[in-house]
């Protein structure tokens, strides 16, 4: 079964600073991969998802993300953040339907906090 | 279109006593699954349903249970509650199983148990 790995449970970060924020997983085979924000107050919604190609996935918000498979990894990026991404960032990850020793359920990791100061 | 749509938003109950949570999803979607989501354990997954069959269930005590209805709306319930069981229960629904198109997220229900 899968995994997921958030390393860092809260970043604090300034206006216009670059993002990054790391996801690691745990699975041999070929997974699809998400990245889901939980704004205050508000239910979470998907940023953006990878299930094959192109390892640079866009997102919404001016987000974007790289799968790098030899290093089981999917970061969260944005060039430069603003107040209004103050949120929980979750990188979850499921194995598609049929996969030998995967599993169709999502699994998320424990989530990142971002906070932004104006 | 809207939302998927959970009842009730909150809920406050004793030990012991059982709950049961509501959920509808977005029109057309024919799996929905559930989280319980806590500070200390993020979201866990509890099961999901797909055309009224359970496809796939979590690592979660016989206490949890669900089902799904014919017009895609389903609900879990907990039976003898325990103070742990306190957390935001989320629903998601979406038109694959297994998330292949990503799941649409419901506000949650937060349950309380005193």
């Known amino acids: 079964a899968q995994s997921v790995s958030q390393h860092n449970h809260h970043v604090i970060l300034s206006e216009a600073a670059s993002l990054e924020l790391g996801c690691n997983y745990s699975y041999g085979g070929t997974v699809n991969l998400f990245w889901y924000v939980q704004y205050p107050g508000q239910h979470l919604q998907l940023l953006l998802k990878y299930f094959s190609g192109d390892p640079l996935v866009k997102g919404i918000k001016g987000f974007e993300a790289e799968f790098i498979k030899s290093k089981f990894s999917f970061n969260l990026r944005k060039p430069s953040v603003q107040w209004s991404d103050t949120a929980e960032y979750f990188c979850?990850?499921?194995?598609?339907?049929?996969?030998?020793?995967?599993?169709?359920?999502?699994?998320f990791g424990t989530g990142t906090r971002l906070t932004i100061i104006p | 279109k809207a939302g998927v749509t959970q009842t009730p938003r909150y809920l406050i109950k004793t030990r012991g006593q059982q709950v049961t949570l509501s959920c509808s999803p977005i029109s057309g979607h024919r799996s929905v699954s559930w989280y319980q989501q806590t500070p200390g354990q993020g979201l866990q997954f509890l099961f999901e349903y797909f055309s009224e069959t359970q496809r796939n269930k979590g690592n979660f005590p016989g206490r949890f249970s669900g089902r799904q209805f014919s017009n895609s709306r389903s609900e879990m319930n907990v039976s003898t509650l325990e103070l742990g069981d306190s957390a935001l229960y989320l629903c998601?629904?979406?038109?694959?199983?297994?998330?292949?198109?990503?799941?649409?997220f419901g506000s949650g229900t937060r349950l309380t148990v005193v």
């Open positions: 998601a629904s979406s038109w694959h199983y297994g998330a292949m198109d990503g799941y649409t």
């Open positions: 979850a990850v499921n194995a598609p339907t049929g996969a030998v020793g995967g599993n169709e359920k999502l699994t």
